[in-house]
């Protein structure tokens, strides 16, 4: 009897935690903590550690310019002051996303507009995304959800035509491939979260600011420290911004941690590349379709349910599988579009703003349905996995998916 009915579930034994921060990161903090107690100089930010973590960072990149900043969503609203984009225009966003990933658009003048995803995915297409643009179009997020890339050559090819920047959003990909390149080098700028539940981390929050581009990463070290004047001559800070800084605590965790991460992309590797094969034998449950040259790094996997082939839906398919004792969740319907704040227009309380304008020429009333990102999450589930599972974690996953479908399928 399944589980949800009240039988016997397939896994009891608590999964493995991640173990993310371990006695190297308890050292360097010790050893800060330690440092500034002893000197009676207090622990700052832009110093030797936060130095080191960008030059790393960038080195792990294959070259180019890291800034450490406080959260993800910092890092997109960096990301995006640094290409100072004129105001009232819009910016193309991704259809399923964080809202951390979309807010920096609307509290930057601009209007979001939303692509749907390329079908079968949560991702945004080319195609989806040429569809939404206008002469006021400034620039394109794309983020790779679950560590999928976006299929970017023709995102890139797109974006040179109209010669849009684009905004790799890689909060949830640290470490993944697109055709052998790392994502986060394909577009202009790049922002990563670094908060403690991704793949590598600078502390409970944290993000991370990449380009290739060195004129572009001074504009967005700037953006996020109130516009000091770095690497330019000027009496006074130049433009106006935020304190979004990283710090020398925060740098010296992403240090370790940095170190861990190509390791940690592998085993989640493993893991999917097992469950992968694992669900060869199902009828009704296979992986989520990716584009071609895909390496993800699987911040979670998605498995698409055949509903033409059970007697229950995807919900409640996923909701027995996860009664069984299997970290699922049933859907990742995060459509930035479908938000209370975007469809109230509350972003600048008083107003409609930035849809309101009086310098927006678009259509201040448009609708993002997307279509495809709806029906990929209305027959995808996702499963939590992480680098420490193991063979039984993968077993009983693959136990409780059969059970599940054995007591559903027609
Ligand atoms: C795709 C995406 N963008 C942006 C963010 C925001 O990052 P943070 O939570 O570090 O602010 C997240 C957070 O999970 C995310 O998944």
Redesign the pocket.
């Known amino acids: 009897m399944l589980a949800i009915d009240g039988g016997p579930k397939t896994r009891t034994a608590p999964f493995p935690k991640r173990g993310l921060f371990g006695a190297e990161e308890l050292a360097v903090v010790n050893g800060l903590f330690a440092a500034a107690v002893d000197s009676g100089d207090a622990i700052g930010y832009n110093g030797p550690e936060e130095q080191a973590y960008e030059r790393e960072f960038a080195d792990f990149m294959g070259g180019g310019y890291a800034d450490l900043v406080n959260?993800?969503?910092?890092a997109?609203y960096v990301a995006l002051g640094a290409l100072q984009l004129e105001p009232a225009g819009e910016v193309i966003v991704p259809p399923i996303?964080?809202p951390?990933?979309v807010m920096p658009v609307a509290l930057l003048n601009q209007v979001p507009v939303v692509a749907d995803a390329a079908p079968g995915t949560f991702n945004a297409g080319a195609a989806q995304i040429e569809a939404l643009l206008t002469p006021w179009t400034r620039a394109i997020v794309v983020?790779h959800?679950a560590g999928e890339p976006v299929d970017m050559d023709p995102v890139l090819e797109l974006a040179r035509a109209h010669r849009l920047p684009v905004v790799e959003?890689c909060?949830?990909s640290h470490g993944a491939r697109y055709k052998g390149r790392l994502l986060g080098t394909l577009g202009t700028i790049a922002?990563i979260?670094t908060?403690s539940?991704k793949h590598h981390a600078t502390g409970p929050?944290?993000?991370v600011v990449y380009t290739r581009d060195e004129a572009l990463y001074w504009e967005a070290k700037r953006f996020a420290d109130r516009g000091k004047p770095f690497n330019i001559s000027a009496a006074t800070n130049v433009r106006a911004g935020l304190n979004l800084n990283g710090n020398e605590l925060a740098a010296a965790i992403g240090r370790v941690q940095l170190r861990k991460l190509a390791g940690i992309v592998a085993r989640r590797q493993k893991v999917a590349r097992q469950l992968h094969d694992g669900t060869l034998r199902l009828q009704a449950v296979r992986p989520g379709r990716l584009v071609a040259g895909a390496e993800p790094s699987y911040w979670f996997l998605r498995f698409q349910v055949d509903t033409a082939r059970l007697t229950v839906d995807k919900d409640h398919f996923a909701q027995a599988v996860a009664a069984e004792g299997i970290p699922v969740g049933a859907s990742y319907r995060h459509i930035p579009s479908e938000a209370i704040w975007f469809r109230e227009r509350r972003v600048f309380p008083g107003s409609d703003y930035p849809w309101g304008l009086p310098a927006y020429p678009g259509d201040r009333e448009a609708t993002f349905p997307c279509p495809n990102a709806v029906a990929a999450t209305s027959v995808q589930f996702m499963l939590s996995i992480h680098e420490n599972w193991g063979d039984a974690e993968v077993a009983d996953t693959l136990a409780a998916l059969a059970k599940v479908e054995q007591a559903y399928l027609r």
Do not use: K, L, N, P
């Not at 959260?71 to 910092?74: I, K, L, P, Q, R």
């Open positions: 959260s993800g969503t910092a997109v996303t964080d951390g990933g983020a959800i959003d909060a949830q922002a979260s908060m539940g929050q944290g993000g």
